[in-house]
Nanobody, 128 residues
Framework: QVQLVESGGGLVQAGGSLRLSCAAS????????MGWFRQAPGKEREFVAAIRWSSTSTYYADSVKGRFIISRDNAKNTVYLQMNSLKPEDTAVYYCAADPVRSLLSPLYTGWGKDNYWGQGTQVTVSS
């Protein structure tokens, strides 16, 4: 049973930074991909960033490109999301997701859904 646990959320002023962590347990990830998503009140969940376990390939939503950095530590089975220059519109619950079988040929920005593993989320609030 795969479990994903997010941490690192909190309240920060606009322009500040936070680093989210997603610790995976239940299996060792050597292939596939991990993703970060967010859902603001009254809005649908949206893709934020994703990274492959077996390569340096990453992908970012346009709204966070240049401000957020996704990285991983294979030894710790953990994925991080460094969030810089935060804006009030970044306020949301942030979720990580795991897709252990995602092919290297499959794009990172699509194909995420109920068949993947999801964490419980961590709240990020950015005040203006």
């Amino acid at each position: 049973q795969v479990q994903l646990v997010e941490s690192g959320g909190g309240l920060v002023q606009a322009g500040g930074s936070l680093r989210l962590s997603c610790a995976a347990s239940g299996r060792t990830f050597s292939n596939g991909a991990m993703g970060w998503f967010r859902q603001a009140p009254g809005k649908e969940r949206e893709f934020v960033a994703a990274i492959r376990w077996s390569s340096t390939s990453t992908y970012y939503a346009d709204s966070v490109k240049g401000r957020f950095i996704i990285s991983r530590d294979n030894a710790k089975n953990t994925v991080y999301l460094q969030m810089n220059s935060l804006k009030p519109e970044d306020t949301a619950v942030y979720y990580c997701a795991a897709d252990p079988v995602r092919s290297l040929l499959s794009p990172l920005y699509t194909g995420w859904g109920k068949d993947n593993y999801w964490g419980q989320g961590t709240q990020v609030t950015v005040s203006s």
